[in-house]
């Protein structure tokens, strides 16, 4: 997926998702949660509901998620800390690269179906086509921070794979410890490195949306689509937009060098990179810290940039 790319992929006809939807979609999820409880008296489904009523709502623009992308190939871990609210919808404007799915996590292909093993391997094969459109976190059970990987159903209906009333179904899910931490080069080694490389972007993504000096957040009226301006909407009509905040700038001289002597002639994007930064009483303890990528070179002189690619990578 390019770096600019300002459409989302999917069936004929579908529309992309919008800042403008997100409480209708939190609404028909929620409502979707309480059809389960009721069909089954799933206490999973209820407490998901009560969640998902209380859930902040967050749309990441698609400068953000790039750099969150990017990031996120070397974060070392994923912590539950981390996550910036106890419940969250998330989608990006942008939709991520599709992710491999091995097991039908969301119930998606299996409401009112019945398949052999080969059609369902088929059927599973096209699924894992589809784009991630957003993340959901939760705590289904006490002592768990369950995290999903969402699909929009209209491309899952679009594409002929069937579904059922679920707007943003789950294409694969993460659990971790609600209180910990999970190291993803030994808690998560069961599992595919797409779905390794998908926590590893919700972390860095969370890490990234509440650093002040990376990304600037604002607070949407999704009823109108803007910043409200002397007024306060309902609470649940309020989405936290998280944008990319400006490149810092370290001006050099035109022509000087480095220490090895390379001369400056044009300007450049340091990459940002991670930092366990020290904290708390007599700073014993260890706050995961994101050192902003930022500009360097002299003032007048051209911008080296490289076409960024959306991948899954660990």
């Not at 190939?73 to 106890?86: L, S």
């Not at 659990?175 to 190291?183: K, M, R, V």
């Not at 649940?236 to 700038?249: I, K, W």
Request: hydrophobic share 40%.
């Amino acid at each position: 997926m390019r770096e600019r790319q300002s459409r989302q992929p999917g069936g004929a006809g579908v529309k992309p998702l919008r800042i403008n939807d997100m409480p209708t979609l939190r609404r028909k999820m929620i409502a979707h949660a309480l059809r389960a409880h009721q069909t089954d008296s799933s206490t999973h489904a209820a407490r998901v509901a009560a969640q998902m009523q209380e859930a902040t709502l967050f749309w990441v623009s698609a400068d953000m998620a790039q750099v969150a992308m990017d990031a996120s190939h070397d974060v070392p871990e994923i912590r539950a800390a981390d996550a910036p609210t106890p419940s969250g919808l998330l989608l990006f404007e942008n939709p991520l690269p599709p992710l491999p799915v091995q097991d039908d996590t969301g119930g998606i292909l299996r409401q009112g179906q019945h398949m052999d093993d080969q059609l369902y391997a088929a059927t599973m094969q096209r699924l894992s086509a589809l784009p991630v459109v957003g993340v959901q976190w939760t705590r289904p059970k006490p002592g768990v921070l369950e995290i999903s990987a969402l699909a929009d159903m209209r491309q899952i209906k679009a594409a002929g794979l069937g579904g059922d009333d679920h707007p943003l179904p789950a294409l694969t899910a993460v659990s971790l410890p609600a209180d910990g931490t999970l190291d993803f080069a030994s808690a998560l080694g069961n599992r595919t490195p797409e779905v390794i490389a998908f926590a590893a972007l919700v972390e860095a993504t969370w890490v990234l949306m509440m650093t002040p000096t990376a990304a600037a957040r604002s607070l949407i009226d999704a009823g109108t689509g803007r910043q409200p301006r002397g007024y306060s909407p309902p609470r649940a009509r309020e989405v936290t937009r998280v944008d990319l905040r400006p490149l810092h700038h370290v001006s050099t001289e035109l022509g000087e060098t480095d220490a090895r002597g390379r001369v400056f002639r044009h300007r450049w994007v340091v990459r940002g990179h991670w930092r366990n930064q020290a904290h708390g009483p007599k700073r014993a303890q260890r706050r995961l810290t994101w050192v902003p990528s930022y500009v360097k070179g002299p003032d007048d002189a051209p911008l080296l940039l490289t076409e960024k690619v959306m991948v899954w990578r660990r």
